[in-house]
C-alpha cells in the first residue's frame, strides 16, 4: 500500500517536497516511480528510482528542477520539487513496480498511490 502526501496550493517559483511511504513488503522490493495527471491530460511519467536509490530518470520538463530520492529504512520516496511553475498543477501518484528493468511506463507499475494535488498559481 502507497500513501502520498505533501502536494498543495503554492505560488509560481516555490518549492514542495512530495513524500510517499509504503506498507508490505520491503521497500527495497521495489522500483519506486513518480507520475502526474494534469487536469483534462494523461498521465505523464515524472521519475523513476531504482530500488538502491543510486540511479533515477526524469521527464524532460521536470529535469534539473525535481530530484527523486528514497529511504529505504524509512520505507519512503520523496519528490523534491523547486521552481515550480503552473504547467506542474497535477495530482502526483507514487508508483511501485517489481520490474527489474528500470522503466518509465506507466504500465510497469503494478501498484499506486492515492494521488496528492499540487497547484501553482502564476
Known amino acids: 500500500q502507497l500513501q502520498a502526501s505533501g502536494g498543495g496550493l503554492v505560488q509560481a517559483g516555490a518549492s514542495l517536497r512530495l513524500s510517499c511511504t509504503a506498507s508490505?513488503?520491503?521497500?527495497?522490493?521495489?522500483?519506486m516511480g513518480w507520475f502526474r495527471q494534469a487536469p483534462g491530460k494523461e498521465r505523464e511519467f515524472v521519475s523513476v528510482i531504482i530500488r538502491s536509490g543510486g540511479n533515477s530518470k526524469y521527464a524532460d520538463s521536470v529535469k534539473g528542477r525535481f530530484t527523486c530520492s528514497r529511504d529505504n529504512a524509512k520505507n519512503a520516496v520523496y519528490l523534491q520539487m523547486n521552481s515550480l511553475k503552473p504547467e506542474d498543477t497535477a495530482v502526483y501518484y507514487c508508483?511501485?513496480?517489481?520490474?527489474?528493468?528500470?522503466?518509465?511506463?506507466?504500465?510497469?507499475?503494478?501498484?499506486w498511490g492515492q494521488g496528492t494535488l499540487v497547484t501553482v498559481s502564476s
Open positions: 508490505g513488503r520491503a521497500p527495497e522490493t521495489y522500483m
Open positions: 508508483a511501485a513496480s517489481t520490474s527489474v528493468i528500470m522503466t518509465m511506463t506507466a504500465e510497469r507499475f503494478e501498484y
